[in-house]
Structure formats: C-alpha cells, structure tokens
C-alpha cells in the first residue's frame, strides 16, 4: 500500500514537473561552471544542461540539443516575454509578477485559461520566433543564418542586400518548440495553439524593410534594402491591443460533411460577437480576482500598488485598488528643470526638488 501512495505522488510529481512553460527559463538559473573545456565537452555539458530543464516536454529538449547555444537564445526569448509582459501590464491589476519555485514562473495565474493566459502564450510564442531569428542573423545558431530567399524575387527600383532577418526559420522553431507541448484535442491545447500563432503573425506582419543607398557621394544610384524584425515593443503593443478585445470562446464539433469526422472548431462564446481570425486572441474562461492576494495561485493582489487619482483608467485608483481607497503619502521628487543651451553644444540642466503626491492602494 506504501508503495503504491509512493509510486502515485512520484508520478504526479513528474505530471507536475512537466508542462512545457519553457518561459520558466526567464528565472535565474544556477549557470554550470564552464572553465577551460574542449568543443566536445561544451557541447555535452550543454546536452545535459537541455535533458535537465524538468519542466521541457521531450521534443523541446530536443529541439534545445540542436545548437550548442540554444539555452541562451532560449532564455533569451523567456527573459524578453516576461519583461514585455511586465511593460505591458505596469498598469494592471496583475502586474504580470513572477513567482519563485513554481512549476510555472507565473504561479498558477495561468491555470485559468484567460485572457492573460491567452497573452501570455501569444507573446512567448512571439518573442522564440523572434529571438531565434535574430540569433539566426547574428551568426549565433547552426541551423540558420540570413534569409536568403528574398533575394530570389528581383523588384525594380532597388536590389535585395544586406541580411534578411529569417523569421520564417523564427517561426517555425517556435511552432515546433511552443506548440509541441499542446495537445489540440483539448479544449485548452486547442486555444494555446491558436495564441501561439497570432502572436507568431504579430511579428511576422510587422517585418520592416529598411534601406541604404550607395553610389558616388550619395547619389543614391544603388539602393541595397533587406527585411528587419520589428521591436520586441511594438510586437507587445499590438498583442495588448487584441488582449483587450480577446474573444471568449468555446469549443464546437463540426460534423465534415464529407468524412462525417468530428473536427473541433472555436466560436464565439455568445452569437453576437464577432468571430475571431487568426490574429486575435481567444480564451476559455474569465480571470481569477487579481485584487486580493492568492498565495496557491500566486497572485500578489493590489495592495501597495501605486495608482493615479486622476486616471479614468485601469491604473486609476478607483480601479486599481478594487475599491479598497488608498492613501496619499508625500514624497520628495527630484527632476531636471531649467535647461538651457551653452555654446557650444551642449545642454546645462539644473536639478529641482520638489514634493509631489503618491497614492498607494490599501
Ligand atoms: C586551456 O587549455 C589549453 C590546453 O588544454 C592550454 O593551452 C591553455 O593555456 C588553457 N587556457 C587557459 C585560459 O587556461
Ligand atoms: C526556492 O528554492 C530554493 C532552493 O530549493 C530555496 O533556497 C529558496 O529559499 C526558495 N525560495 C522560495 C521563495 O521559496
Ligand atoms: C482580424 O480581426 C481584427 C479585429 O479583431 C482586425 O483588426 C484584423 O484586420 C483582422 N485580420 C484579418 C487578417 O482579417
Ligand atoms: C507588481 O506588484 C507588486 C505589488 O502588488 C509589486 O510588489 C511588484 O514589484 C510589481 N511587479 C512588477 C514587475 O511591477
Ligand atoms: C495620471 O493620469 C492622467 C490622466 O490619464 C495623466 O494625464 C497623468 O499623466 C497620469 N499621471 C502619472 C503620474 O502617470
């Protein structure tokens, strides 16, 4: 009987252990001492360092033995969602706040399949495809390097040049990587796959194409362009955007005519909303409160926040402190003030104290 309760907690643990959260590597992780080592043993301490991310689904540790420098383009990637995610949400009643020693950096705010969730999933899918891209065209990865196939259509006016960020080979290593720990016959796998791809398209629809001209003393007579990856910020403002007008779904089965198969479809919870495409963000079920804090979910609440008196908006106190109020306390300020320009060429600024109001939500 012992033995079985054993066996069963040590299997749960493993249940546990592995999610696939692969943001969880944003965390500060101990960093195996590598001195003086030859290429072979770099590149097995780095196998062993992928086989040993518990909370990595199998093909994701594959997919991180590829390159002896994955881990790092991989956190890389962890780091960058999460920063995003906590510009993002400065404002909000959950602050996008990590948590330690959790199975998942976020605590269990993303047990809910919510619209933070359906964010959170989106822009960590974005941030691989775009992080893996860049490392691409830093020479840092094996597998990629430029884009070269945009060189293969010839437009008129300018010629392809340069390097292409390659966000296609971005992308794909993020479907592989963030989509192989969904499973789409589950109502959740299924919204986790349709984030991870509208937050792949938000960076995939914001490549820019930028410019330079050669020729004798500027004359332009050549123009050389390539395709750039946007930054990180515009991709995380565009994604806020659609979180704000996410769409709650639910999971139909459709009877295809043809195969008489049951495929699984999302729809509008309510019939009089708009039907989500591909670039939107869906979500199964409403938030958990954010206001008080929840140490299972790990939620911090919104005690202590700093609010705005004047804002009508969400970092407004009235909104902010869940109608807790909150108090004014007076604090000293210190900012530039009376610049004036020296010749020549710079700028002499002085430095003015002054008190200015702080509210803090009780
Ligand atoms: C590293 O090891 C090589 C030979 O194994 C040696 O020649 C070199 O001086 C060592 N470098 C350092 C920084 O210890
Ligand atoms: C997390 O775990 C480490 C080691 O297991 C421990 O030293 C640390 O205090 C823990 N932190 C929290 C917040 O529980
Ligand atoms: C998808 O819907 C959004 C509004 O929710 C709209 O702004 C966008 O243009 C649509 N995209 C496509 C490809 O239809
Ligand atoms: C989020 O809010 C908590 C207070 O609820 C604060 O302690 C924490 O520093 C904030 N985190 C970020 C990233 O702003
Ligand atoms: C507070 O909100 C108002 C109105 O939205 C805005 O004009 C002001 O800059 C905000 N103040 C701070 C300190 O963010």
């Known amino acids: 009987m012992k033995l079985i309760w054993k066996v069963l907690c040590t299997l749960l643990l493993i249940i546990q252990a592995v ?206 362009c390539w395709r750039r990856l946007p930054q990180l910020r515009l991709v995380g403002d565009a994604l806020s955007t659609r979180y704000e007008g996410a769409s709650h779904v639910k999971v139909y089965y459709v009877v295809e005519r043809k195969r008489g198969k049951n495929i699984r479809k999302l729809r509008p919870l309510h019939m009089d909303m708009k039907k989500p495409n591909k670039t939107d963000l869906v979500y199964l079920e409403d938030s958990p409160d954010y206001c008080e804090p929840n140490d299972e979910l790990g939620i911090l609440g919104t005690r202590g926040r700093t609010c705005n008196r004047t804002s009508a908006g969400l970092d407004g106190c009235r909104l902010l402190c869940c109608g807790r109020g909150y108090q004014t306390r007076v604090r000293d300020h210190e900012e530039k003030c009376r610049c004036r320009f020296v010749w020549c060429c710079r700028v002499h600024c002085e430095i003015c104290r002054f008190k200015r109001d702080h509210h803090v939500c009780n």
Request: charged share 25%.
């Open 19 to 224: 999610t696939g959260n692969w943001w969880n590597l944003a965390a500060p992780r101990p960093t195996t001492q590598v001195g003086n080592t030859s290429l072979e043993t770099f590149t097995a301490l780095h196998k062993d360092a992928c086989h040993r991310l518990e909370y990595l689904v199998e093909r994701q540790k594959q997919l991180c033995m590829l390159s002896d420098t994955m881990i790092k383009v991989l956190q890389t990637g962890a780091q960058q969602s999460v920063e995003e995610c906590q510009h993002q949400f400065r404002h909000s009643r959950w602050n996008c706040s990590t948590v330690e020693n959790s199975t998942d950096i976020f605590g269990g705010v993303l047990k809910f399949k919510s619209r933070e969730s359906a964010f959170v999933h989106a822009l960590s899918a974005a941030a691989l495809a775009h992080a893996v891209a860049r490392a691409c065209s830093r020479g840092e990865l094996n597998e990629c390097s430029c884009d070269s196939r945009v060189r293969k259509r010839t437009p008129r006016h300018w010629q392809w040049g340069g390097c292409s960020e390659d966000i296609r080979y971005g992308e794909m290593f993020s479907k592989d990587f963030s989509d192989s720990k969904e499973d789409k016959n589950t109502d959740e796998g299924l919204v986790n796959l349709h984030n991870n791809e509208a937050g792949r398209r938000a960076v995939r629809g914001r490549m820019q194409r930028v410019c330079k001209c050669h020729g004798m003393s500027g004359s332009c007579s050549v123009r050389v």
